[in-house]
């Protein structure tokens, strides 16, 4: 469950009457999305529309952590930390939880929030609330399949895309599950429902009516964005009467959120005083910071079987061993568990990279190119070497050279790993 002292009713967006006194600030660290909305138009670098999906650039979780400090010291007033895309938070997994951590460690008075499309938030809702991530939302837009099936182009669960029904079937299951999930762990939820015309205007109603059913606390009937190019790039937008209207209605099942101003994936400041173009240029510089220094890095990563010999291949680990130089001697502090293989290639290495991101070194007995690149450029040592544990950490704290500590000769077990993401077969 929720643990927090924190005060939540400093939400501007869950709270209008603080919308003036209390802010937010959006952590664009979410590139990826997992499904396709016939709405929608992710922009990576625009600057000149205000909608959701759309930032001027993108941020690493350490990045996001060294804005963090600069945005609080423009702007103290910001309460609320969250992550709104541009693509989902959970599509971009590793990233999102890395941020999330690093602000609940550095900035604890921070509240903690997320926007989700709900289908792959299931697994980290445990995770969300001992972190104290305290109010999640997540986009609705039908509760019919057969809706649904108009809405989305297709949705992608892993490496498998599913389209028509099928995919807002499986949407569907996961979001209604995901809200269910987050309230027992005592999550604030608010629901967004985009309002299309001709689409799902007639079902709105029946999205909150659901949505009361699962005790959602909030409700956000918001006006679909035309976007040239996109499916329904030529229906139009619905008017302010007629969202009102609607949220007159849907008010009969949960209260209703009246002041949201279609945030921008990186906005900053009050809801009606936005600061976002002006902490553009800091945003961008945030983007352009090197990794961590070893010397900022307090840890080593270690690859082993039984926790006294370096005896795995990196793509072999499904968890790492976690030590710190105390004195004259080292200590094991924790074991992180791998990412998941279902995401292959880059983007697994990527994800081991952010999860190692305090560790100045990795020991294994033997590392593919792909993943030798991508830790180094992430700022993470990585150290093919065979023999006792103790010897490599000794090696790598004192700033030696490991090239005598032999490694295993063959990339794994069965010497079919190379470094493709996949794992020994």
């Given at each position: 469950m929720l643990d927090t002292a924190?005060?939540?009713s400093k939400h501007p967006c869950f709270n209008p009457a603080i919308k003036g006194q209390a802010g937010r600030v959006h952590l664009p660290v979410a590139p990826n999305c997992n499904i396709k909305c016939n709405y929608c138009d992710r922009k990576y670098d625009c600057v000149?529309?205000?909608?959701?999906?759309?930032?001027?650039?993108?941020?690493?979780?350490?990045?996001?952590?060294?804005?963090?400090?600069?945005?609080?010291?423009?702007?103290?007033?910001?309460?609320?930390?969250?992550?709104?895309?541009?693509?989902?938070?959970?599509?971009?997994?590793?990233a999102t939880m890395e941020t999330m951590r690093l602000i609940n460690k550095h900035f604890p008075q921070m509240i903690l929030c997320l926007a989700s499309n709900g289908l792959a938030i299931g697994p980290y809702i445990p995770e969300l609330a001992k972190l104290n991530v305290s109010h999640v939302t997540i986009t609705i837009n039908a509760v019919d399949p057969e809706v649904g099936a108009k809405i989305y182009s297709w949705v992608r669960d892993g490496k498998v895309a599913y389209h028509g029904r099928q995919a807002a079937e499986l949407l569907l299951s996961r979001q209604l599950e995901a809200v269910k999930d987050l309230k027992a762990h005592g999550i604030t939820v608010k629901i967004n429902s985009i309002l299309i015309?001709?689409?799902?205007?007639?079902?709105?109603?029946?999205?909150?009516?659901?949505?009361?059913?699962?005790?959602?606390?909030?409700?956000?009937?918001?006006?679909?964005?035309?976007?040239?190019?996109?499916?329904?790039?030529?229906?139009?937008?619905?008017?302010?009467?007629?969202?009102?209207?609607?949220?007159?209605?849907?008010?009969?099942?949960?209260?209703?959120?009246?002041?949201?101003?279609?945030?921008?994936?990186?906005?900053?400041?009050?809801?009606?005083?936005d600061r976002t173009e002006e902490?553009?240029?800091?945003?961008?510089?945030?983007?352009?910071?090197?990794?961590?220094?070893?010397?900022?890095?307090?840890?080593?990563?270690?690859?082993?079987?039984?926790?006294?010999?370096?005896?795995?291949?990196?793509?072999?680990?499904?968890?790492?061993?976690?030590?710190?130089?105390k004195e004259d001697s080292f200590v094991l502090v924790e074991e992180r568990e791998a990412p998941k293989e279902n995401g292959g290639g880059l983007q697994r290495w990527t994800s081991l990279a952010r999860r190692l991101n305090d560790c100045r070194a990795v020991l294994v007995s033997g590392v593919?190119?792909?993943?030798?690149?991508?830790?180094?450029?992430?700022?993470?040592?990585?150290?093919?070497?065979?023999?006792?544990?103790?010897?490599?950490?000794?090696?790598?704290?004192?700033?030696?050279?490991?090239?005598?500590?032999?490694?295993?000769?063959?990339?794994?077990?069965?010497?079919?790993?190379?470094?493709?993401?996949?794992g020994c077969q």
């Open positions: 924190k005060d939540l000149n529309e205000s909608r959701p999906g759309v930032t001027s650039t993108i941020l690493s979780p350490e990045q996001a952590l060294v804005y963090m400090g600069k945005v609080l010291e423009k702007e103290p007033r910001i309460t609320v930390a969250g992550i709104a895309g541009p693509g989902d938070p959970f599509a971009n997994g590793e015309p001709g689409i799902n205007d007639q079902h709105i109603l029946k999205v909150a009516e659901a949505m009361q059913g699962l005790s959602a606390d909030l409700f956000n009937c918001m006006a679909m964005f035309p976007n040239v190019g996109t499916p329904f790039g030529t229906i139009r937008e619905p008017s302010k009467e007629e969202v009102g209207a609607m949220r007159t209605e849907a008010e009969k099942f949960l209260p209703q959120m009246r002041h949201c101003t279609r945030c921008r994936a990186d906005a900053v400041g009050l809801l009606d005083q902490m553009r240029g800091c945003l961008s510089a945030c983007a352009q910071l090197p990794p961590l220094p070893a010397e900022e890095r307090p840890y080593v990563a270690v690859a082993t079987m039984e926790g006294i010999l370096v005896n795995q291949h990196l793509g072999e680990a499904k968890r790492f061993q976690i030590y710190a130089k593919g190119e792909t993943p030798r690149e991508i830790l180094q450029k992430s700022g993470i040592r990585p150290v093919a070497m065979g023999g006792f544990i103790a010897d490599g950490l000794k090696t790598v704290f004192a700033g030696g050279n490991p090239g005598a500590l032999k490694a295993r000769r063959q990339p794994c077990t069965k010497g079919v790993c190379a470094g493709s993401g996949g």
